[in-house]
């Protein structure tokens, strides 16, 4: 009886010790992004730091458990991201996905993030269906969007009597996105396309398709493009006079690494919408500076977003106190987003962050008054001018 006993109560210890194991597993956050390719200077490495500084300022630990920070370069391939996302829901027990950066991976990372009831938080994703027909309840879009893109400015360019407009696309999903947001507010609006060419990702050479576009008799020519994509198609745009003459050229998706990488005297002018910048206000200065610290860059659009996001997740699962996805999902939209990002902004049913963005310019040379200096901050854009309405019922999940 006392040999019994005493196995049983050894029994108890090792099954209390399993399950404490299992209790304090690792939270595990993976940020899958874009680490060396067209999207890397706005993605990438501060992608990447920006989950970890938010994971460092929350504590390292949530509910007892430490936190995990994995990442991946998901080549601008959606097959190489979706297996990547496989393995780290199947294996290696990876709770959220950050970032994803581009939109076909994104589409194809959102069937395993349902199929597999993990969370996904797009920061550099772009293309609105995320939040329309593509939504999911376990999926979030923070930052930018192709709906945002192709409203915000062009619907005010087209009020200013700037109606005949020259598309330069770029050949994969955002870029459709795009191109289709586009199309249609221009036609609302009483405008006209002239013309809509399209290129593949990592084209070098855009003198035929600019020289198509200085002839079409076109008064804005918008290039809906990303990346070392759109930063190429400028300066080819420049030795070409484009940016001399009497056409307006738009810059639809313009970001602050594709500024630093033209500079003042190649970006002068570039009309742009944006959700944050830098050097906004002191919230999100003193919060950037820390950012370069580190990185010895200004941090872009989607490293804040990343960084905000992570932390409102983190929060979540706190609150949950469980990492259920679906408890932390209820708690990301029951819980307001209040940092240097966005103040007291709650995520809507169909994923979207509904912040306010803004009009943008770049600077002259003259303006630039220090280093990373690039954007000066035309106007303000309210919410609901901005995204695309519920009422549109893009999402599914709208009822």
Not at 161 to 185: C, M, N, P
Request: aromatic share 8%; proline share 4%.
């Amino acid at each position: 009886m006392k040999i019994w006993t005493a196995a049983f109560a050894a029994s108890l210890v090792l099954l209390a010790g399993s399950a404490t194991a299992q209790d304090k597993r690792p939270y595990k956050i993976g940020v899958l992004t874009d680490m060396t390719g067209i999207l890397s200077s706005s993605l990438g490495a501060g992608s990447v730091d920006g989950a970890r500084m938010a994971i460092e300022d929350f504590g390292k630990t949530v509910n007892g458990q430490p936190i995990e920070l994995v990442f991946a370069d998901h080549q601008n391939k959606p097959d190489i991201g979706a297996a990547i996302a496989r393995k780290w829901f199947d294996v290696d027990g990876v709770d959220a996905i950050m970032d994803i950066g581009n939109s076909a991976v994104a589409l194809a990372v959102r069937e395993l993030v349902q199929s597999k009831n993990k969370i996904a938080i797009y920061s550099g994703a772009s293309s609105a269906d995320l939040t329309g027909k593509s939504c999911s309840p376990n999926t979030v879009q923070w930052s930018h969007d192709s709906y945002l893109f192709a409203h915000a400015l062009p619907a005010a360019l087209l009020r200013q009597g700037r109606k005949k407009w020259f598309l330069i696309v770029q050949d994969w999903a955002f870029g459709h996105s795009l191109e289709s947001e586009v199309k249609k507010v221009v036609s609302e609006n009483g405008g006209e396309i002239v013309d809509s060419v399209r290129h593949p990702p990592g084209t070098m050479d855009f003198s035929s398709f600019l020289v198509r576009a200085q002839s079409s008799g076109a008064d804005t020519v918008a290039f809906l493009s990303a990346g070392q994509d759109l930063t190429n198609m400028i300066k080819q745009a420049h030795e070409f006079g484009l940016a001399n003459g009497n056409q307006q050229l738009v810059a639809l998706a313009f970001l602050l690494a594709d500024a630093h990488g033209l500079g003042p005297q190649q970006a002068e002018g570039i009309l742009f919408a944006t959700v944050w910048y830098w050097n906004l206000d002191k919230r999100a200065r003193e919060w950037s500076e820390r950012f370069f610290v580190r990185n010895k860059v200004m941090p872009a659009e989607a490293h804040a977003a990343v960084y905000s996001s992570t932390m409102h997740l983190l929060k979540a699962v706190s609150a949950a106190g469980s990492t259920d996805t679906e408890k932390v999902m209820a708690k990301m939209r029951e819980l307001p987003v209040n940092d240097f990002y966005t103040d007291g902004i709650k995520l809507r049913e169909d994923g979207r962050l509904p912040r306010k963005a803004y009009v943008a310019r770049t600077k002259s040379p003259e303006e630039s008054r220090e280093p990373w200096d690039y954007y000066k901050i035309v106007s303000e854009i309210a919410p609901e001018a901005t995204w695309r309405p519920l009422s549109d019922k893009a999402c599914p999940l709208i009822k």
